[in-house]
């Protein structure tokens, strides 16, 4: 079965840096999507980053530049985060599916939560 495991979530001051990753296992689908979702304390959902298996990325406005997607071959995604805001304080869920357009109807991980103080 398809699993995700996430990590490198934890506290930071505003300001501050925190890469999460996630690792995909039991994917066997011929075209991927790797993303990062978040949801806030007000259970609002974000979509935040994708990364296609062209390796083409795309970003949430309210992220972009700061946030950066990338992934190795060895289906691991990453989400390296600067300039941390308080506003970034969610708990962040990785994602896979065939197709980015269905991201948010894929493959989730457990979450893990970022702080931001």
């Known amino acids: 079965h398809v699993q995700l495991v996430e990590s490198g979530g934890g506290s930071v001051q505003a300001g501050g840096s925190l890469g999460l990753s996630c690792a995909v296992s039991g994917y066997t689908f011929s075209s991927e999507c790797m993303g990062w979702f978040r949801e806030n304390a007000k259970k609002e959902r974000e979509g935040l980053a994708t990364i296609d298996s062209d390796g083409i990325t795309r970003y949430a406005d309210s992220v972009k530049g700061r946030f950066t997607i990338s992934r190795d071959t060895a289906n691991t995604v990453y989400l390296r985060m600067n300039s941390l805001k308080f506003e970034d304080t969610a708990v962040y869920y990785c994602?896979?599916?065939?197709?980015?357009?269905?991201?948010?109807?894929?493959?989730w991980g457990q979450g893990t939560q970022v702080t931001v103080s």
């Open positions: 994602a896979i599916s065939d197709t980015c357009a269905a991201l948010h109807l894929g493959y």
